[in-house]
């Protein structure tokens, strides 16, 4: 206990002393997450990208008063940085490729020399502030909710959901151990790995709520002790067993992983995005659609939304008081169908946005699409005119102009099958495919092309610069 206050105390005073420099030089903490592919590497690198070089911005009203935007070292030193330039260029090279995925957190620092507005500002000279981006997986904030349960709780969830979704090979692994025997490190450990592949393997049919997150994004916990654990059911077991081994490891992931998680990232940001592939999860069926929707559900229960008053502030307190929701991958889909991305999106988020907004947060909800990967056309198909996206697909490279079908004008006729379990989407069909990005051939002062990301940087930016 007296470990736990002095540590606080300490964390204390270094976020006070942040806050004063922050006078300053303000900085605004800005987390980006998403669940896995929802292109959470991508919007990071056009949005820096993008504010360096802002020709393209818009929508983005601070632009004509910024005179420079310039990358500087991060100010945690314990945090790997994130690597924009190789990213951009796997983005920008002659044959454009996706960068790989967000595995674990990452930071990186934007500073802006900013001119003043107002009559007074010219005499003021120019201000900096800096954006620190903290890029982390969705997936480990669904850990959170693991604090609250107990190991038999968890293990009794966790076993549920792998036969809900088929996902029976690690039951099979489970019923050839036995819980009470001594426990054998490699018995522990083959539980751990075919645990990791059923959840995987449940993700491929469409679910998304699957803890421990770390479990299919390990970061540098990868092989050790605190991932070496799994489900079991009930029952009393002896000490030194291999079940009470699982339920001390269990507990030990929640003290030692989840909680440091939530105290030294989540808890420091100021504005945060949460990027979602909908027509990802649109394309698997209603339940994907439902589960990305209980899972939203969840990892905003690990939000502390609000405004705080200026001494709470003044102390080094901080909440999220911005929250963007946001459907990635818009051009997929002809612009004419982007309100309806919307609203579904809107629909998803809708509880969540509800509880924001009492908080005296503020939250938006955006189709976007961070790197324009197509090209909008119409095709006359017997007799009827079509919009279609034109672009590169990642399957085969081969150039093709596709028409996705249309989404309901009404989202209720995506979010009611999805709740309602239904099997699919009684005749409809959403040809949704994954196209590479284009080559390009950018401008002076320009960034990569996008769609929308300049009314993101509105929203998240604008009022603190």
Do not use: C
């Not at 549920?160 to 036995?178: F, I, K, S």
């Not at 029952?235 to 030194?240: K, L």
């Not at 394309?283 to 939000?303: H, K, N, S, T």
Request: charged letters at 30%; proline letters at 7%; aromatic letters at 6%.
């Amino acid at each position: 206990m007296i470990g736990r206050l002095a540590d606080a105390v300490t964390r204390g005073v270094g976020d006070v002393t942040a806050r004063v420099t922050d006078v300053f030089d303000p900085t605004v903490r800005l987390g980006v997450t998403g669940l896995s592919r929802a292109g959470k590497t991508v919007f990071i690198t056009s949005l820096v990208a993008n504010l360096m070089d802002r020709g393209r911005m818009a929508a983005f009203s601070p632009s004509a008063r910024i005179e420079t935007a310039f990358l500087q070292p991060q100010p945690d030193d314990t945090i790997p940085r994130f690597d924009f330039e190789r990213h951009l260029a796997s983005l920008t090279s002659r044959e454009p490729r996706w960068p790989d995925g967000t595995r674990a957190v990452s930071e990186l620092r934007l500073s802006l020399k900013i001119q003043p507005r107002g009559l007074l500002g010219g005499m003021r000279g120019a201000r900096v502030v800096h954006l620190d981006i903290v890029d982390y997986p969705g997936e480990w904030l669904l850990d959170l909710g693991l604090i609250g349960k107990s190991y038999d709780d968890w293990s009794d969830r966790a076993l549920h959901r792998l036969r809900d979704w088929g996902a029976t090979g690690y039951l099979t692994e489970m019923e050839n151990a036995d819980p009470a025997a001594k426990l054998a490190e490699p018995t522990a450990q083959a539980l751990a790995r075919a645990y990791t592949d059923a959840l995987r393997e449940a993700r491929e049919a469409g679910a998304y709520d699957l803890t421990p997150g770390r479990f299919l994004l390990p970061g540098d916990l990868e092989g050790s002790p605190a991932l070496t654990f799994a489900p079991l059911p009930p029952g009393d077991s002896p000490r030194g067993s291999l079940r009470r081994e699982m339920e001390r490891r269990f507990e030990a992931y929640k003290a030692k992983v989840v909680q440091p998680f939530f105290r030294d990232h989540f808890s420091r940001l100021d504005r945060q995005v949460v990027l979602l592939d909908v027509l990802g999860a649109i394309r698997r069926g209603p339940r994907a659609v439902e589960e990305m929707r209980a899972a939203i559900a969840d990892i905003l229960q690990a939000f502390k939304p609000g405004r705080l008053n200026w001494l709470l502030g003044l102390l080094g307190a901080r909440r999220v008081d911005r929250v963007l929701f946001a459907a990635t991958k818009a051009d997929h889909l002809h612009h004419s169908q982007h309100a309806r991305l919307t609203d579904i999106l809107d629909g998803m988020v809708s509880d969540a946005r509800r509880r924001a907004d009492f908080a005296g947060a503020r939250t938006e909800v955006l189709a976007l699409a961070a790197l324009r990967a197509t090209v909008e056309e119409t095709r006359e198909h017997k007799g009827e005119t079509l919009p279609v996206v034109r672009g590169r697909l990642l399957e085969t490279g081969r150039e093709a102009a596709l028409y996705p079908g249309e989404l309901p004008p009404d989202a209720s006729h995506i979010l009611t099958p999805a709740l309602e379990g239904a099997e699919d989407w009684l005749g409809a069909d959403y040809d949704i495919m994954d196209f590479a990005p284009a080559p390009l051939t950018l401008r002076p002062n320009e960034g990569p092309p996008f769609i929308r990301l300049d009314r993101a940087a509105e929203f998240l930016l604008a009022d603190r610069l």
